[in-house]
Each structure stands twice: as C-alpha cells, then as structure tokens.
C-alpha cells in the first residue's frame, strides 16, 4: 500500500494577515508540523508553496512546488507533481497543522477498506441557522450536519477525475460528490481545527512553564548599589560577574527553561571578561530574542524576591513595570523574608523565583 499526500500551503493568508503557513507554534512552523504529522502514513509529500517563495530542496520523501491562485489549481499541480502509483492520496491544509498521526491512519484505512473517497468530521455542537440578508430563514438538523476536516482520502485514479474535472471548490470531496462518488466520514478531531485569523493561533498554543532561580550574596565590603529589574536602591550591591540583578537573572532562566534553550549562563558565561559589569536588563532582552526566535511569546511572570533587607514593598510595582517594559507583557513582582533562616534570613544575600509562561 503506497501513500502520496498533498499539502496545500499556497494561500496568501489574507484574512490572517499574512503567510500564516509560516507562523511558529512551539517554535515550529505551521506547514512542518504538518509535513511532520503527515509523514506517519506517506510514502511521499508534495507541498504546494506560494509563488514567488523560494523554493526549498526537494527529496524523492518530500517535494516542494508552487501552488496557484485557487485551492483547485493547488491541488492540481501538487498532483501532478506526486506522480503515479500510489493507491491513495491524501489531501491535507497545513493551516490544519496539528491533526494527529491517528486521524491520517483512520482516513487511510477507511481508504484500505474500499472507500473512494474519506472526510473526516465532527459534530456540531452549536445550533445551526439559515440566515439570508440578516434574518434567520430556517433552524436546522444539527444531528445531520458535521464540520469536515483535513485530512482528505481518495483512490489515485478517483483524484485523477476530480482534478481532470476542473473545477473549483472548497475542498475536493465536494467535486468527487459532484462526480457521483460516495464521500465516506470518518471520526475527526477538535485538533484538527484550521488557523484562519490570527486569534486561533491562541487556542492551538500550548503554555510553557518554566521556572528561574537566583541568589547572589551582598558585597561584604559594601561595593556599588543594590540593582534589581535595572533600578538603584543604594549600596550593598550584590556581589556578581555582571551587575548582580539576581531578579533579571531569574527571569532570564524562567523564559529560556520554558523555551527550552537553557539558562542565562548558557547564553552568557561569567567567565567572559566582555560581560563584567554588563547591565542585565540588556542581557534579558538578548534572552528574549532567543525566545521570540524560537516562535514562542511571553505570556506572564510572577516573580518573588526573597530578602530582609532592603524594604522592597514600596518599590515592587515599579520593578513589575521595568520588567514590562522589556517583556512586553505582565510582571507580579512579590517580595517575602525568609524570617531569620539561613543566610538570605541572616541578611547575607538576596534569592528571587521566577516563574513564567510562554505561548
């Protein structure tokens, strides 16, 4: 049994904006997490590209082509482009780029039992109206109408009429219908769901958590101020390789762990005589670089400063803002006393926690 299958990614993404195929989700873009997902069954992927893209490099597993100005015409030189002897061919949107490995094998072996052609669907959950010109014409059967999904199946030699047929629709099951073929559902899935307008990025994203921690000791010999989040509180500072901020270090570490890229020292040693005294809200936004390169985008911080002295509580709204500023999103700075335990409860020092959530 040979598996082609077509992935259509040649859309401009008017209504999101822009590529959308190219948007990152966990630091993978839409179109190879479906390439990724797609290679469970397939023998062979063809993905139809915007033209003028470039194109990447092809192999005889995955061969890239421009697309065209209709889903149609996408699908059509995507087909030609698989070429013969396969026994199936799947069609796939890569705006739907989470459809699960299971739901390629239900419609491929909904395939290998004879249909002609697969969907998968889901049920609608929301009651469904006929609306013309603002008013509600009718209220329909929801138990008889489903939301159909990608990926799509059919016999080689029934998408060869479909595409011979020339003619445009919003998916090709509705032209195999046309052509008298009996279109077969099988169980779809809410992962499956297709990116459209830039908000639905949020529903697929999984958070990222990931959790930041510094202590550094006080200069015992009284050294320069006290930073945290870039602000001056006066001497003691807190003895470090760079300016000591133990508070943006945390922070560095919180969103480079739930990126997972590593720790701030990963990033930036303490060896390196460039970094002495470097300024660490600096370095945290090189860290945030890192991140947003990744795909991902900070979503929050809730930071707890762990130190008896100095007073931090008139101070901790102005340090959430600093941070905002970097991060461009919302900071809790907390401040707690450790009473009277170990050397941070002895005074020696300053610890902060960090935890923070990307998207």
């Known amino acids: 049994m040979t598996v082609g299958t077509l992935i259509v990614a040649a859309g401009s993404g008017e209504r999101f904006g822009g590529l959308k195929q190219f948007e990152r989700v966990g630091g993978v873009t839409l179109l190879d997490s479906a390439i990724a997902h797609a290679r469970s069954v397939s023998?062979?992927?063809?993905?139809?590209?915007?033209?003028?893209?470039?194109?990447?490099?092809?192999?005889p597993e995955l061969v890239y082509t421009y697309g065209d100005d209709t889903r149609?015409?996408?699908?059509?030189?995507?087909?030609?482009?698989?070429?013969d002897g396969f026994d199936y061919v799947l069609i796939h949107d890569a705006a739907r780029p989470f459809a699960s490995e299971a739901l390629f094998e239900r419609v491929v072996a909904a395939l290998a039992r004879g249909c002609a052609a697969v969907v998968p669907a889901i049920a609608s959950a929301d009651t469904l109206k006929l609306v013309e010109q603002g008013m509600v014409r009718e209220t329909?059967?929801?138990?008889?109408?489903?939301?159909?999904?990608?990926?799509?199946?059919?016999a080689q030699e029934v998408l060869a009429e479909v595409?011979?047929?020339?003619?445009?629709a919003t998916d090709e099951a509705a032209i195999a219908e046309q052509l008298g073929y009996p279109v077969t559902v099988v169980a779809g899935e809410e992962l499956a769901a297709k990116v459209t307008v830039r908000s639905d990025l949020d529903r697929l994203r999984t958070p990222r958590v990931g959790l930041g921690f510094d202590i550094h000791p006080f200069d015992p010999d009284g050294g320069g101020d006290l930073i945290l989040a870039g602000e001056h509180f006066g001497p003691p500072g807190l003895v470090g390789h760079s300016d000591g901020d133990c508070l943006a270090h945390a922070v560095a570490d919180?969103?480079?762990g739930a990126a997972g890229i590593g720790g701030i020292g990963d990033l930036f040693s303490d060896t390196d005589p460039a970094l002495r005294g470097a300024d660490s809200m600096e370095l945290l936004g090189q860290c945030?670089?890192?991140?947003?390169?990744?795909?991902?985008?900070?979503?929050?911080?809730?930071?707890?400063?762990?130190?008896?002295?100095?007073r931090l509580g008139p101070s901790l709204g102005a340090l959430g803002q600093a941070l905002e500023v970097v991060l461009g999103t919302a900071v809790l700075v907390k401040a707690k006393r450790a009473e009277g335990l170990g050397a941070i409860g002895a005074g020696l020092g300053i610890a902060t926690l960090v935890v923070a959530s990307l998207l």
């Open 43 to 59: 023998n062979r992927i063809v993905v139809a590209l915007p033209v003028g893209v470039r194109l990447p490099d092809s192999t």
């Open 72 to 83: 149609s015409g996408s699908v059509a030189n995507a087909f030609r482009a698989l070429g």
């Open 140 to 154: 329909l059967d929801r138990s008889r109408i489903v939301r159909v999904q990608t990926p799509q199946g059919f």
């Open 163 to 168: 595409v011979q047929a020339d003619r445009d």
């Open 254 to 256: 919180a969103i480079l």
């Open 288 to 310: 945030l670089r890192e991140v947003v390169a990744k795909g991902y985008q900070v979503h929050s911080i809730d930071a707890t400063i762990i130190a008896e002295r100095p």
